[in-house]
């Protein structure tokens, strides 16, 4: 009776807040002719050339190229080999996409706030009672003790949206301070094959302390992976659920997924590394290369969990584009699209960039748009830790897509060569 009420409850959410049907019908991603949206295929052919060169270089072992304008896909190619045994990268192979995931996140938060069911500046305490009275660090100890004091005010859901929120990034933190007690309180940063669930994780991050106060400086965090755990507390579903039924299966993005079921684990690129001028599988280190193909399917990472293809992830930005809405399918309303492109976090500063952050995205200022190859004023990006880049230009309505699956410093210089020669193949 029990099994039989929790599949009824989550029927019942998966369609009260499920997404709904729009009257705009923008067609799904699909090849045409450069030309046809006033692409020049003569200049394409230069990121096919730089790509190529970059594989005879040792820059990288392999990437897949998305190109798309006007919501058609105008390039996807492969390029190199995706493991060391040196086998053929495929277009539709499937990378870790890490920090890529915080935007789809971050949409499904906006996606639960259309319902009203809280405001931005609600705080997380509300949901999650662990966060109540954050403490902000003051002294750590060589035995591990720390001093703190309390923070000025509470951490908010935008906070978190925004990496305002002072929480830290463990292993990958810029505070060694930070970096030490996370590692003795057992946070996990990264993919895992072990059994550990987003709630215990959230509730142990909730008792550590805070860089800084909630609001006062961008410091990249783990926030989405606490709003992983909202999610699941305010819809009911479980977090990777919740994304299969109201993101991944209405756009069609059937590729992406936190641990990837057995009939695709043949698509997964290797994380390689670069050794004696030889690529090289990545080995484990404090996250397992292994994930998503192994694991006990428990750890849902909101800020850096998910894997995915060029084609699917080009789909999501082309919704974003569409301001919420592909295929007759309504993800986000326009008006709640504008609110996550808004600059949410201003005069902070974003790494020493121009440009600013939103609700989901970096987001290209006119200041930042007048340095040249970055795209138009409004472009909005990110990337994630095995080296992989993305960007929309809104006024152009362009997408890139750059997937490659590395660690470690080889020279890598496709990332933004990509972008230029993007922009640079427009021929209207």
Do not use: C
Request: aromatic share 12%; proline share 4%.
């Amino acid at each position: 009776m029990r099994l039989l009420f929790s599949v009824l409850l989550s029927l019942l959410f998966t369609f009260v807040y499920s997404q709904t049907i729009s009257i705009k019908k923008s067609p799904a991603l699909e090849m045409t002719a450069p030309e046809n949206v006033k692409i020049s295929s003569e200049r394409l052919n230069r990121i096919s050339t730089m790509l190529k060169s970059a594989i005879a270089d040792e820059q990288i072992p392999g990437a897949v190229a998305l190109i798309a304008r006007n919501g058609k896909i105008v390039f996807h190619k492969a390029f190199g080999t995706r493991n060391e045994n040196g086998d053929e990268l495929q277009r539709d192979d499937i990378f870790r996409i890490a920090s890529q995931t915080k935007a789809i996140t971050s949409t499904a938060v906006m996606q639960l706030w259309e319902h009203g069911l809280f405001q931005l500046d609600d705080p997380i305490s509300k949901w999650i009672p662990e966060f109540k009275n954050a403490q902000v660090l003051d002294t750590l100890y060589e035995d591990g003790t720390y001093d703190t004091s309390p923070s000025d005010k509470e951490i908010t859901i935008r906070h978190l949206l925004t990496h305002t929120s002072g929480i830290g990034y463990g292993v990958i933190d810029g505070n060694p301070h930070i970096k030490k007690i996370y590692a003795n309180a057992g946070i996990v940063d990264l993919y895992t094959t072990k059994n550990v669930t987003i709630k215990d994780n959230i509730k142990k991050l909730a008792k550590l302390p805070l860089h800084h106060n909630p609001g006062e400086r961008f410091t990249y965090s783990e926030g989405l992976d606490v709003l992983g755990y909202f999610i699941e507390i305010i819809s009911g579903e479980p977090f990777d659920e919740y994304l299969r039924n109201h993101l991944f299966d209405p756009l069609g993005m059937d590729d992406t997924w936190f641990y990837l079921p057995e009939s695709k684990h043949g698509k997964l690129v290797n994380i390689q590394k670069s050794e004696n001028n030889k690529w090289m599988n990545f080995p484990t280190t404090f996250y397992d290369p292994d994930y998503p193909i192994k694991g006990a399917n428990a750890f849902f990472s909101g800020g850096a969990g998910l894997s995915s293809t060029a084609k699917d992830y080009a789909t999501f930005l082309q919704m974003y584009l569409n301001k919420g809405e592909l295929n007759g399918v309504r993800i986000l309303s326009r008006t709640t699209v504008d609110v996550i492109m808004a600059n949410q976090i201003s005069d902070l500063d974003l790494w020493g960039s121009p440009n600013f952050y939103g609700l989901a995205f970096g987001v290209k200022s006119l200041k930042g748009s007048d340095l040249g190859g970055q795209g138009s004023e409004g472009t909005f990006d990110w990337g994630g830790y095995f080296n992989t880049q993305y960007f929309a230009d809104p006024q152009e309505q362009i997408i890139g897509v750059l997937l490659k699956q590395t660690q470690g410093n080889s020279g890598d210089q496709t990332g933004w060569k990509f972008r230029q020669l993007v922009g640079a193949s427009v021929d209207d």
